[in-house]
């Protein structure tokens, strides 16, 4: 609604790729962390899954999101270092959707993202809208891999045609309402027609690819899960259609998350719900129980990087251009601490075999965002600061 319109109520280039995987519960200190800063530090217990990736992936302390302080509601500022809840339309623009801007649509989808156990929420895009997860692998099977048949490019087709008309009136609307509004509303406007132009451009590139065959893939889409608990069957699932996604290029960004639930996770020894374990009190049975879920994401990112490692270029590996990003909203969610998160970058052809102590000479932890900027800056975005980062982080 614009406040001064009559009756209106008043209203308060390269083919480096980036995966960031989240866990939105956190993951326990006192295990995920190597308690040395050594160049042949031990691999903590939660990280050793990545074991066969020493000289890979680096592991980062005392880094965060300064300005965060939303306990479980920094899921959705994980990827941008901003509260949502606080932020105007754009202001909260994720990495990744930054990086998808970057691509648009030289590839079939811009981005790709999934979930299991709840939705994340941490990727918005440059008019403030949260992108969708998908949670079921036979859905993203058909999504990334599937033709449609002849009647459903069709009845597509028409739909995405239509889509499009009404968007040229809307913005013929806008355009003439912005010379008779005052400043605010001008504002307003602005913002609202960038949704717009996100949305024409969607369409755009959805009717370049919509003729053109999708990759066929070597892909078992009969295997069964129990139900959304069974993460054993559903993340080697999920994560395969990544690196199928990656391997076809049809898409150079992707996100995955574990989300936020008191469930029981399917995983030999456990037995009692995830929110509940991460409120462990120090219980050995709870912590035993919360590192093997744990440990489990760990081995799902480690599983998949061996993949991209494995997997021969014509530059070196699938993993020399895959920036590979762990981490988590919360640092210690038995406290509901949005400090010194638990972060790991794998790949990306940076210098890696690391555990970098980002706590700075005043004492301060260094923002998350400045490794952000790095990664930016690594995927050939232009950019000096990302989202109030002070500066970037020496991986080189």
């Known amino acids: 609604m614009l406040e001064s319109v009559s009756g209106a109520s008043p ?25 040395s800063y050594d160049p042949g530090f031990e691999l903590s217990p939660v990280l050793s899954p990545l074991s066969n990736l020493r000289e890979d992936f680096t ?44 691509v648009g649509y ?4 811009p981005s790709v993202h999934i979930s299991l156990g709840g939705s994340q929420g941490s990727s918005w895009t440059a008019s403030g809208i949260k992108v969708r997860e998908e949670s079921d692998p036979l859905d993203l099977f058909h999504k990334l891999f599937v033709n449609d048949s002849e009647a459903a490019k069709k009845a597509r087709q028409l739909e995405l045609d239509q889509q499009g008309s009404v968007l040229d009136l809307v913005r013929g609307q806008a355009k003439r309402l912005e010379k008779n ?48 608990m ?66 489990f994401y760990i081995k799902q990112m480690a599983r998949f990087t061996e993949k991209l490692k494995n997997t021969e270029t014509e530059n070196g590996s699938l993993l020399d251009d895959t920036m590979v990003f ?27 075999g690391r555990h970098i102590d980002g706590l700075q000479p005043n004492r301060q932890q260094t923002p998350l965002n400045n490794l952000y900027t790095t990664m930016l800056q690594n995927f050939g975005i232009d950019i000096e ?12």
């Open 326 to 352: 762990f981490g988590s909203g919360l640092g210690d969610a038995a406290r509901h601490s949005n400090r010194n998160l638990p972060l790991v970058l794998a790949g990306g052809g940076f210098k890696h």
């Open 59 to 102: 592991v980062f302390s005392h880094m965060d999101h300064p300005g965060i302080y939303t306990k479980h509601g920094s899921m959705n500022s994980l990827l941008s270092g901003i509260d949502a809840k606080k932020a105007s339309p754009g202001e909260n623009l994720s990495i990744d959707q930054m990086a998808a801007a970057k």
């Open 181 to 228: 509004v005052n400043q605010s509303d001008r504002e307003k406007l602005d913002e609202y027609l960038t949704a717009i132009r996100e949305a024409e451009e969607r369409i755009q590139g959805m009717q370049r690819w919509q003729d053109i065959q999708k990759p066929e893939v070597d892909f078992d889409s009969g295997v069964n899960a129990h139900g959304n």
């Open 11 to 35: 209203a308060g280039g390269s083919r480096q790729r980036m995966v960031c995987i989240s866990a939105a519960l956190g993951m326990n200190p006192e295990s995920f962390f190597p308690k």
């Open 106 to 109: 030289k590839t079939r989808f």
């Open 385 to 396: 600061r990302f989202n109030g980062a002070t500066g970037t982080v020496e991986l080189s």
């Open 230 to 295: 069974d993460y054993g069957t559903l993340s080697p699932l999920m994560f395969d259609l990544l690196f199928l996604a990656i391997q076809s290029d049809t898409s150079r960004v992707f996100t995955a998350g574990f989300g936020m639930h008191n469930h029981i996770i399917e995983l030999d020894g456990v037995s009692t719900g995830y929110h509940g374990l991460t409120h462990h009190g120090n219980l050995p049975d709870r912590l035993k129980q919360l590192q093997t879920i744990e440990t």
